[in-house]
């Protein structure tokens, strides 16, 4: 079911200095930028060879990427998997044992469903099935 990793997620303090970063030092091209207001964020997109980066600027301090970014400083913040059945994931997933921070999809970034595991089931790493809306 999973088919690529589809991005890595990556919080920062300031979009527009990272994304300069990319561009200038990297020579990456943004592809885009979007909010997503359900989660308080800020998103720009790099392509890098079919995988994306995601860069996450938060827009409230209630926002879950302020959180980590005051816990954590910036850096990758989660790691993306494509999935074609995002539902049946989350059950293989839930069945395993493995706890879901979103039981359900929601609308993320780039037009896409999206729903998170909790790190601490996943050896520490916060894990995201993201799908195409049908």
């Known amino acids: 079911m999973i088919q690529k990793i589809d991005h890595l997620g990556i919080a920062v303090k300031s979009l527009d200095e990272s994304i300069l970063y990319y561009e ?3 020579g990456l091209k943004c592809e885009h930028v979007e909010e997503v207001e359900s989660q308080k964020v800020r998103t720009a997109f790099f392509d890098v060879g079919g995988t994306h980066i995601e860069l996450l600027e938060p827009t409230s301090p209630e926002s879950p ?3 980590f970014l005051e816990k ?3 850096g990758i913040h989660h790691i993306a998997f494509k999935t074609d ?3 049946g994931q989350l ?3 839930s069945d395993s044992g493995v706890k879901l921070i979103h039981e359900t999809p ?3 970034a780039g037009d896409k469903l999206v729903a998170f595991l909790h790190p601490k089931s996943t050896h520490g790493v916060l894990t995201e099935f993201c799908a195409c809306k049908a």
Request: no cysteine; net charge neutral.
């Open 91 to 93: 059950k293989q997933a």
């Open 85 to 87: 059945d995002i539902t």
């Open 65 to 67: 990427i302020a959180k």
């Open 106 to 108: 929601f609308e993320g």
């Open 72 to 74: 954590n400083g910036e």
């Open 24 to 26: 200038k030092s990297l």
